[in-house]
């Protein structure tokens, strides 16, 4: 069995390819709100489309379960999820809150 290691990332500080490699560093908000790096993803440049459009799947699972909620909930329903904050070189994260978990996959 492969060790695995868990990241939590707020957002991404820095993307880049190099001879066909796609490097990305993960970045948290740090104690005074400042991004700091919480790890690097790295793959093979060929991969990165199956893998953006695995996030964009995900993406679209998350924003049909928020909007399944809202209707439940009796709360107007609207074209898209709230955007995720983003952590930006210099810039601070906004603290969001979360409603809740999902579980998705085989």
Do not use: Y
């Not at 390819?17 to 740090?30: D, E, F, M, P, S």
């Amino acid at each position: 069995m492969t060790d695995q290691t868990t990241l939590f990332a707020d957002g991404m500080m820095e993307a880049n390819v190099t001879h066909g490699v796609v490097r990305i560093t993960l970045a948290q908000a740090g104690a005074d709100g400042k991004p700091m790096p919480a790890g690097k993803l790295v793959m093979p440049l060929v991969q990165l489309p199956a893998f953006a459009n695995g996030l964009i799947g995900l993406l679209r699972q998350v924003e049909t379960k928020l909007k399944e909620a809202q209707a439940a909930n009796g709360a107007p329903v609207t074209g898209a999820a709230p955007a995720a904050p983003s952590i930006t070189a210099g810039g601070e994260a906004p603290a969001a809150p979360v409603g809740g978990a999902f579980r998705f996959g085989s």
